[in-house]
């Protein structure tokens, strides 16, 4: 049986600035979740497992010997893009094992076509029953363009397991995949971990996949911890010391409070002692000499009420502050989403497309689009709203879609709407600019300290708004984006988000989808993620086939 483990490893980023210390985590064979916040360090732990980074101290092994290829095989979360002539055998990693078979096979084999084969003399038929089993295509000098990008992710996947690798690591596989290929990667990692031997270690959001592992590893606060069992598993244990932590934060603030209390009192009564004192001192009832000792005695005897108090006051604010620590405050966030002043019945997207048909959106509708893998969703979107991010659209909502608009003999005079696109692949064209740098680049005019509390509103609290866009997470680049698009003026009232889950992590697609359900603007949705859809609120659908 293999194993993957972490042992005292630690990590940094390009600034110094630590992200693991002391980390330890051993995986065991079957499928295991890792799971964690945006910004947690999980791509970065499999890029560690992987030794496409190296720690900056402790070891990473597989069987205990240093984990790398073949024993390792790592699917990315974005594949690099295809090199022209790429083939789908190039894709899977054996053209040249094809190429020196069929050279053995017509008697033109030399030294090296026998080493690069190997012992693998049944590579084709492997290859083609695994591409059969995923569902791809069979033709081998395919080109890698002609594929989807649920295609070449199942491809890429197939390249891995055709490794046969010990231990397979996989960041967010079911991006980008329908129900029938998200089905088909889940068979192909049930019989890659079948018989107890191999190890898959997978980050992922996918609900469906998480209910599926053996073992759920959440990594937090640079430490990880195991739970035996699929997600709902560690959904309950979590949820329970959630509560718990929340009932004893309650507990102790209350205590907090009748410490203080208390102190207060003491010293209130302490004041209207010293004050009978002075008046019985004044109507001269008592001797001087007596009256000093009194007072003396009642100072001391206050002095130590005071500091009795005050350790209760410490004590308790202890406890506030151990009750408030195990809280776990990220889950309680909420993006406030800001009002765009869209009118019902207003018109912000009127098109009719050559594959989609007629597209009418007004007032604040939401509509998903949806359609297998390899259906044009992302392409309409191109055909509707250009290669753009954010614009103002007539009933069009763009210059594809004005095209439509016209095609269809609508000559109404047009409703100008501002509206945003998050498109599936965000690239960061400024990776040295902050956050804040990002939300003001969208409205040079506003303060400062506008853009930092704007920013704040998106969760980039204190130091988290100067971090570099470089040094994001994928979930918290789309955060940092949807900021930017929502600090325009005036605010868009159409979003467009193409597949914007992909990068989120579990509390991150919740957030999301808390803050579009309170969105009083029109929204266009392109998403495979069912749950999601339906936590947001969809009133149609337009499926593409």
């Known amino acids: 049986m293999s194993s993957l483990v972490l042992s005292d490893v630690a990590y940094a980023f390009p ?58 095989a790592y699917l990315p979360q974005l594949l690099a893009d295809a090199p022209a002539g790429h083939t789908l055998a190039d894709e899977l990693g054996v053209g040249a094992r094809l190429a020196a078979l069929e050279r053995i096979e ?92 191999r190890v898959a270690l997978v980050v992922s959001h996918d609900l469906e996949l998480l209910e599926r592992v053996d073992t759920t590893v959440e990594l937090r606060a640079g430490r990880c911890r195991v739970f035996g069992g699929a997600y709902r598993h560690y959904r309950e244990v979590v949820d329970a010391e959630q509560a718990a932590a929340l009932q004893a934060l309650t507990g102790a603030r209350n205590d907090l409070r009748a410490e203080k209390r208390d102190k207060a009192e003491g010293a209130e009564k302490a004041s209207r002692r010293a004050a009978q004192g002075r008046r019985v001192q004044a109507a001269g009832g008592m001797p001087k000499i007596l009256m000093d000792a009194r007072r003396k ?45 869209l009118p019902t019945g207003r018109i912000v997207l009127d098109a009719v497309d050559p594959v989609a048909g007629r597209i009418h959106l ?20 191109r055909r509707l709203f250009g290669e753009g991010v954010a614009g103002r659209g007539g009933r069009s909502g763009g210059s594809g879609a004005g095209r439509g608009a016209s095609e269809a003999g609508d000559h109404d005079e047009a409703v100008h709407v501002p509206w945003a696109l998050l498109p599936q692949d965000l690239r960061v064209e400024h990776p040295e600019w902050s956050v804040v740098d990002a939300i003001r680049a969208v409205r040079p ?11 704040a509103r998106f969760l980039f609290t204190g130091d988290a708004g100067f971090r570099r866009l470089a040094d994001l997470s994928g979930g918290e680049r789309l955060r940092a984006a949807l900021a930017a698009r929502l600090f325009a003026r005036p605010v868009p009232q159409l979003l467009v988000l193409d597949e914007p889950t992909n990068n989120l992590d579990l509390d991150g697609v919740q957030v999301l989808a ?32």
């Open 15 to 72: 600034d110094h600035t630590p992200l693991f210390t002391g980390l330890d985590l051993t995986v065991g064979p079957g499928l295991t979740a890792l799971i964690g916040r945006n910004g947690a360090g999980k791509s970065t732990l499999l890029r560690l497992a992987a030794a496409e980074l190296r720690p900056s101290a402790g070891s990473i092994t597989v069987d205990g010997v240093p984990a790398r290829p073949p024993a390792v």
């Open 362 to 381: 007004a007032g604040p509708a939401r509509v998903r689009l949806a359609g297998p893998n390899g259906s044009g969703k992302t392409t309409l979107l």
């Open 297 to 341: 005695s009642a100072q001391e005897s206050a002095g130590r009420l005071r500091t009795v108090h005050q350790q209760g006051v410490d004590r308790a604010r202890e406890r506030l502050s151990e009750a408030d620590d195990a809280v776990r405050h990220d889950e309680l966030l909420r993006i406030p989403m800001p009002d765009p002043g």
């Open 106 to 197: 017509a008697g033109e084999g030399d030294d090296d076509d026998f080493t690069a084969i190997g012992d693998d003399w049944a590579v084709a038929e492997r290859t083609v029953a695994l591409l059969a089993e995923l569902g791809l295509p069979t033709e081998l000098s395919r080109p890698t363009g002609a594929l989807s990008g649920g295609e070449r992710t199942l491809a890429a996947l197939a390249g891995r397991i055709l490794g046969q690798p010990r231990v397979l690591l996989l960041d967010e596989p079911t991006n980008n995949l329908d129900r029938r290929a998200r089905a088909r990667l889940f068979d192909a990692l049930d019989r890659f971990t079948a018989g107890g031997e």
């Open 514 to 545: 808390d803050a579009l359900s309170q969105w009083r603007g029109a929204l266009l949705l392109v998403s495979h993620d069912d749950g999601f859809c339906d936590r947001v609120g969809v009133d149609d659908v337009i499926t593409l086939d």
């Open 445 to 455: 005019e506003a303060s400062a300290e506008e853009a930092h509390a704007h920013a």
